[in-house]
Every structure is written in structure tokens, then in C-alpha cells.
């Protein structure tokens, strides 16, 4: 009886694993790297071994990588690259010397091109010559529903974490400092009917040029994450520069948006700006960035921003307003919407909200303690400027031109030569305490000169 059941058991067991045979050939391929003991000992050489990116994982041990991985064509579809420790910061792609396979400097930490639901996942990427994790697509081309998760980027030129001319997608749990552009960038996004939304949450961005850029950025929800410590906050924007102009239809929801007073353009900065606005047309005056502004909507159609707590920048906490040279960039259809601004009175922002006056279809309701910028010269009072939702079609000039007085402000803030000299415009203030993190404008970055 004992033997027969001792038979019937084994028998059982070898069926089982004939059986669970096809299972385990389902399973995902695996490229380990480390510096020391393993097959791969670059990140690109695994990635070069990949026959198919949807069966494939890549393993990042611990350890810093002087390397630039490319990752291109639809072959890497599906394909993952994480790292094996539960902390990115144990898997460091360095940019310091780093290079790509050629020879040539490495501009980015991963370089993704035309790949669909490429996952990145508990990486950093720092101090590259432009970006930390870039995922984009030619003309014609794709990537859809990629993935970069728990990954760190810091001071990368450019930008952090970057998708470009893709659809869907996320970027989740993240950490992004020190960029001369903007922690977290989703810009170029190809118009849809069934638009695949992309997901920004539980993120943080600070000590950058900008927390979030986006330019012609869409279907783009922002939600659940802080933006604090930046020369400004939130940027969707229009510009020539890219495809499918205009930034629309997005989503800036229950964020904290604090303390964006940032004056890189000082000489101590430990970030250097890239690049800036270019000139007014006909002219040699130069554009730059805002600083000291929790949110700008630049030339956007269709953004919502509800829900956030916007307290602490010393000259705007939202501002939305058009390009004049640019038609296709026109401030309508945005929505502020039960935003607490100030910190219930105890850090205020200079002024809640800044509106030009261009476009149409903006409204302001239920947002908390709001203080409204209206010039003294301004051409239009505050009804007109900052109506109530839905706004009255009687609101907004239509066209790219706003209220004389509004852009006055405004364009004498963007062109301040030196441009340091915007924080000449700010209301300071000492912070209360929040969440154990230091403002930014108490640190000596030098004088204006």
C-alpha cells in the first residue's frame, strides 16, 4: 500500500511538472547586471541581448553606471529595466563621463525611442548632459503607455523624466531636483479622439527651473504630488517649437503647490537655466521664465485645476495668460476651481491669481481666500478679469491680446534685465513650518547684480 501510494505520489509530481512546463516558459527572461560576478556588466549590454522586449526584464544591482542605455525600436516593446533594490538610489546611472555605445557622450540616462510600455522602474539618473529618462517617438512613429516608477532624476541639463510625442503612459511615485528645464516634462502629444490620458501622481519636484513642464502637452492628469521649491511650480505652455500646438485639456488636481521662489538666475545658483523664451519679435528684449509662481497656464486651452493647496509664492499662485505672437497659443476654457490658497491666511501668496484678460471661457469659483491681480492701469475690472464659472461669453478679449494694463505687468515681469530683478516684484514673507521641508528662499544664493 505504501509503495503504491509512493508511486501514485511521484506520478502526481511528474504530471504536475509537465504540465506547469508551458508556465514556466511564459515567464519573462532575465538580464541581470552588476559591476562584479554577473554576464552583464553594463546596463546597454544586457539591453543588446534582448530578443524580445515583452518577455524581458533587465536587473539592475546595486551600483553606479557610467553608461547612456539606448533602447531602440518596437523589439523593446514591453520591455523592463529596474533595479533590484527596494531604494533607487542603489542603482545610479552617472552621467559624469558616461558615454553610449559608439563612443560619443551620453546625453541621457535612458534614451527610449519609438518603444511602446517601456517600464522604468527604481532608477536614478543624474548629472547627464540633457536628460535622465527620455521616452519619445519619430514622426510617425509611437510609444505608448510607458511606465517610470519610483525612479529618481537630479540635475540632469534639461530635464528629469521626459516623454515626448507619446500617448498614455505614467509617471508614478518619483522624485526629480536640480534641472535646468523641468523635473517632470510630458510635451508633444498627438491630438485623439479616445485620448489616452497620462498620469503624473505622487510626485515631488523641487529646486528646478520648473516642477512640471508641458509643452502642447494633453490629456495630461497631475494629481496627488508636490511641486514646491522651484522658480515656478506647474507649467503647461504652447509653443512654435513643437508639434500639435496647443497645450489643452489637462487636469491639476489636489497637489500642494508651495514656496516656488526659486531665483536661479542668481550667481550662487546650484541650477542654470536653459535656454529662455527667446526675444519679443522685431526686437532684441529677452524672454524668461517666471519665477515666485506656483502655476502658469501658457497659452493653454482646457486645463483644470481644482482641489490644490497653493500657498507661499511670493507673486503668483496661478497665473494663465497667451503668447501675443503666437495665435495658436491662446489662454481660454481654464477652470480654477476650489483651490485653498494662502495656507487659510498664514502663507499668502502675493496675488492668488493673475489673468491677462486674453482669450475666453476662464472662471474662478470656490476657491478660497482669493486675492485677484488687477493693475492699476488695467483696462478691465475684476468681473471681467476673473468671472465666476461658467464664465459669460463677454469675458476675455477672443484673440491673443489681453487687457493693456494686465500685459504690461506681465510682459515688464518676463523681460527684467537682469532678470534676477523679478524678485524686486515679490512680497516676502517667513513660511510656517511644512512637512519638515526647508523654503528655498532662505538660502544665500547671492546678490543681484
Given at each position: 500500500?505504501?509503495?503504491?501510494?509512493?508511486?501514485?505520489a511521484?506520478?502526481?509530481?511528474?504530471?504536475?511538472?509537465v504540465f506547469?512546463?508551458?508556465?514556466?516558459?511564459?515567464?519573462?527572461?532575465?538580464?541581470t547586471?552588476?559591476?562584479?560576478?554577473c554576464?552583464?556588466h553594463?546596463?546597454?549590454?544586457?539591453?543588446?541581448?534582448?530578443?524580445?522586449g515583452?518577455n524581458?526584464?533587465?536587473?539592475?544591482?546595486?551600483?553606479?553606471y557610467?553608461?547612456?542605455?539606448?533602447?531602440?525600436?518596437?523589439?523593446?516593446d514591453?520591455l523592463l529595466?529596474?533595479?533590484t533594490?527596494?531604494?533607487?538610489?542603489?542603482?545610479?546611472?552617472?552621467?559624469?563621463?558616461?558615454?553610449?555605445?559608439g563612443?560619443e557622450?551620453?546625453q541621457?540616462?535612458?534614451?527610449g525611442?519609438?518603444v511602446d510600455?517601456?517600464?522604468?522602474?527604481r532608477?536614478?539618473a543624474?548629472?547627464y548632459?540633457?536628460?535622465g529618462?527620455?521616452?519619445?517617438?519619430?514622426?510617425?512613429?509611437?510609444?505608448?503607455g510607458?511606465t517610470?516608477?519610483?525612479d529618481?532624476?537630479?540635475?540632469?541639463?534639461s530635464?528629469?523624466?521626459?516623454a515626448?510625442?507619446?500617448?498614455?503612459?505614467?509617471?508614478?511615485?518619483?522624485k526629480?531636483?536640480?534641472?535646468g528645464?523641468?523635473?517632470?516634462?510630458?510635451?508633444?502629444?498627438?491630438?485623439?479622439?479616445?485620448?489616452?490620458?497620462?498620469?503624473?501622481?505622487?510626485?515631488?519636484?523641487?529646486?528646478?527651473?520648473?516642477?512640471?513642464?508641458?509643452?502642447?502637452?494633453?490629456?495630461?492628469?497631475?494629481?496627488?504630488?508636490?511641486?514646491?521649491n522651484?522658480?515656478?511650480?506647474v507649467?503647461?505652455n504652447?509653443?512654435?517649437?513643437?508639434?500639435?500646438?496647443?497645450?489643452?485639456n489637462?487636469?491639476?488636481?489636489?497637489?500642494d503647490?508651495?514656496?516656488?521662489?526659486?531665483n536661479?538666475?542668481?550667481?550662487?545658483?546650484?541650477v542654470?537655466?536653459?535656454?529662455?523664451?527667446?526675444?519679443?519679435?522685431?526686437t532684441?528684449?529677452?524672454?524668461?521664465?517666471?519665477?515666485?509662481?506656483g502655476?502658469?497656464?501658457?497659452?493653454?486651452?482646457g486645463?483644470?485645476?481644482r482641489?490644490n493647496?497653493i500657498f507661499g509664492?511670493?507673486?503668483?499662485?496661478?497665473a494663465?495668460?497667451s503668447?501675443?505672437?503666437?495665435?495658436?497659443a491662446?489662454?481660454?476654457?481654464?477652470?480654477?476651481?476650489?483651490?485653498?490658497?494662502?495656507?487659510?491666511?498664514?502663507?499668502?501668496?502675493?496675488f492668488?491669481?493673475?489673468?491677462?484678460?486674453?482669450?475666453?471661457?476662464?472662471?474662478?469659483?470656490g476657491?478660497?481666500?482669493?486675492?485677484?491681480?488687477?493693475?492699476?492701469?488695467?483696462?478691465?475690472?475684476?468681473?471681467?478679469?476673473?468671472?465666476?464659472c461658467?464664465?459669460?461669453?463677454?469675458s476675455?478679449s477672443?484673440?491673443?491680446?489681453?487687457?493693456?494694463?494686465?500685459?504690461?505687468?506681465?510682459?515688464?515681469?518676463?523681460?527684467?534685465?537682469?532678470?534676477?530683478?523679478?524678485?524686486?516684484?515679490?512680497?516676502?514673507?517667513?513660511h510656517?513650518?511644512?512637512?519638515?521641508?526647508?523654503?528655498?528662499?532662505?538660502?544665500?544664493?547671492?546678490?543681484c547684480?
Amino acid at each position: 500500500m505504501r509503495i503504491r501510494l509512493g508511486i501514485a505520489a511521484a506520478m502526481l509530481t511528474l504530471a504536475g511538472a509537465v504540465f506547469a512546463a508551458p508556465a514556466m516558459a511564459k515567464g519573462k527572461d532575465k538580464f541581470t547586471v552588476c559591476k562584479h560576478g554577473c554576464r552583464y556588466h553594463s546596463i546597454q549590454s544586457a539591453v543588446n541581448h534582448v530578443d524580445k522586449g515583452k518577455n524581458s526584464v533587465v536587473r539592475v544591482k546595486p551600483g553606479h553606471y557610467h553608461e547612456g542605455v539606448q533602447v531602440f525600436g518596437h523589439r523593446y516593446d514591453g520591455l523592463l529595466i529596474k533595479g533590484t533594490a527596494k531604494s533607487a538610489r542603489k542603482a545610479v546611472l552617472e552621467g559624469k563621463n558616461a558615454h553610449v555605445r559608439g563612443g560619443e557622450i551620453a546625453q541621457n540616462g535612458i534614451d527610449g525611442l519609438n518603444v511602446d510600455k517601456l517600464k522604468i522602474k527604481r532608477l536614478w539618473a543624474r548629472n547627464y548632459a540633457a536628460n535622465g529618462f527620455f521616452i519619445h517617438a519619430d514622426p510617425g512613429n509611437h510609444c505608448h503607455g510607458f511606465t517610470m516608477k519610483k525612479d529618481l532624476a537630479s540635475f540632469n541639463r534639461s530635464y528629469g523624466m521626459f516623454a515626448k510625442h507619446c500617448t498614455g503612459g505614467s509617471i508614478t511615485r518619483s522624485k526629480g531636483w536640480g534641472h535646468g528645464d523641468s523635473a517632470f516634462y510630458i510635451g508633444e502629444t498627438p491630438p485623439q479622439k479616445n485620448p489616452d490620458w497620462t498620469e503624473i501622481a505622487h510626485v515631488k519636484g523641487y529646486e528646478n527651473v520648473l516642477g512640471y513642464s508641458g509643452t502642447n502637452s494633453k490629456y495630461v492628469d497631475i494629481h496627488d504630488s508636490m511641486f514646491f521649491n522651484n522658480g515656478a511650480g506647474v507649467v503647461p505652455n504652447t509653443l512654435d517649437s513643437e508639434l500639435f500646438e496647443p497645450a489643452a485639456n489637462g487636469k491639476i488636481r489636489d497637489n500642494d503647490i508651495f514656496w516656488n521662489n526659486f531665483n536661479y538666475f542668481l550667481p550662487k545658483s546650484p541650477v542654470e537655466v536653459v535656454g529662455g523664451l527667446g526675444t519679443i519679435p522685431g526686437t532684441d528684449t529677452e524672454i524668461y521664465y517666471p519665477t515666485g509662481v506656483g502655476i502658469v497656464l501658457f497659452g493653454s486651452d482646457g486645463w483644470v485645476v481644482r482641489d490644490n493647496r497653493i500657498f507661499g509664492n511670493f507673486f503668483w499662485g496661478a497665473a494663465t495668460f497667451s503668447d501675443p505672437f503666437n495665435e495658436d497659443a491662446l489662454n481660454q476654457n481654464n477652470q480654477f476651481v476650489d483651490n485653498k490658497m494662502g495656507r487659510g491666511g498664514t502663507d499668502k501668496n502675493r496675488f492668488d491669481f493673475f489673468n491677462d484678460g486674453s482669450g475666453g471661457g476662464n472662471c474662478f469659483e470656490g476657491n478660497t481666500s482669493s486675492t485677484f491681480d488687477v493693475t492699476q492701469n488695467a483696462e478691465h475690472g475684476k468681473g471681467y478679469l476673473y468671472p465666476s464659472c461658467p464664465a459669460p461669453s463677454s469675458s476675455g478679449s477672443g484673440t491673443v491680446d489681453g487687457d493693456n494694463g494686465q500685459f504690461g505687468e506681465l510682459a515688464g515681469y518676463v523681460t527684467k534685465n537682469p532678470p534676477c530683478k523679478q524678485e524686486e516684484s515679490w512680497v516676502r514673507h517667513p513660511h510656517p513650518e511644512f512637512k519638515g521641508i526647508t523654503p528655498i528662499d532662505t538660502r544665500d544664493f547671492g546678490k543681484c547684480k
